[in-house]
């Protein structure tokens, strides 16, 4: 049974191009309220702009382990959330369990944002990361 859950894991990597290079897109931190704003090249990656006449949505979906972030249709759904004003959008509870993010008034919870292919990938940023890299810029 664990060999077959293998198999299927394997393939769909194997389907999604994981040979693909990983491009990095940008770090964004999580505020107290889930919301996060979306990085440039993000925005221009999946063609999103802000318009008050013309809501915009961002389609979150959790495929294999990890989060994708679409651009969404017009068509209302809980796996989507609207982008407003400067770029900000909030991240659907669902997809805030599957990357274990935690709500803190600090805000201390970021999350990295990478272009896999035609896929931009959404992933928590690890809490050590932060202290590796201001360690390497130190020596």
């Known amino acids: 049974m664990i060999i077959l859950a293998c ?37 221009e990656l999946l063609d999103l702009r802000y318009s008050p006449r013309f809501r915009q949505k961002i389609l979150w979906t959790v ?7 679409k ?7 809980f796996r989507k959330s609207i982008l407003s004003r400067g770029g900000k959008t909030a991240i659907p509870k669902h997809i805030r369990e599957a990357l274990k993010l935690k709500s ?21 940023e690890p809490p050590d990361s932060r202290k590796r890299a201001q360690s390497s810029l130190l020596t």
């Open 104 to 124: 803190t008034p600090e805000g201390l919870e970021r999350v990295v944002w990478i272009r896999v292919g035609r896929d931009v990938i959404v992933r928590r």
């Open 71 to 77: 651009k969404g249709t017009p068509e209302s759904s």
């Open 7 to 43: 198999a299927v894991e394997h393939s769909w990597r194997e389907r999604r191009g994981d040979l693909e290079e990983e491009h990095y897109l940008g770090v964004t931190v999580v505020g107290s309220g889930g919301r996060t704003s979306v990085p440039k090249r993000v925005m």
């Open 63 to 69: 495929a294999g382990g990890e989060v994708v972030a």
